[in-house]
């Protein structure tokens, strides 16, 4: 589908928060480690492809998310796949990019875990 705005039209792309806290849960059935991607509620709309993101439990126990990592926090980029799925990059043109392979390797957490999400790049 194509939208003509004439020669005076213009696009607003436009965030509901940035750098503010989401609260929400990490469930174990939204992590797929075959595709290297997980899914949240609540964020539709306050992520988009190329953030750099914090993610926090809120009990400080170990996040469980990225294969190798033991501690309750990370900050990565991320991807947003066309069905909201997140994938995390270690750079900003890796997470552009959305490529799989480049993606980092998840795991499956144990339990459902309460989560914080912040954006922390403010470009």
Do not use: C
Request: no cysteine; hydrophobic share 35%; proline share 2%.
């Amino acid at each position: 589908m194509s939208i003509y705005f004439g020669s005076t039209g213009f696009i607003e792309l436009k965030r509901d928060a940035l750098n503010s806290e989401i609260g929400t849960s990490l469930n174990p059935a939204d992590v797929n480690t075959s595709k290297k991607r997980f899914s949240v509620e609540n964020v539709n709309g306050s992520l988009i492809t190329g953030d750099q993101i914090e993610i926090e439990t809120v009990d400080k126990s170990n996040l469980e998310l990225l294969s190798g990592h033991n501690f309750p926090d990370l900050r990565k980029y991320i991807h947003i796949d066309d069905m909201g799925g997140i994938r995390l990059y270690n750079t900003f043109a890796s997470a552009l990019a959305g490529e799989v392979t480049d993606a980092l390797t998840l795991t499956t957490p144990s339990s459902t875990k309460d989560i914080l999400i912040r954006t922390r790049n403010t470009r």
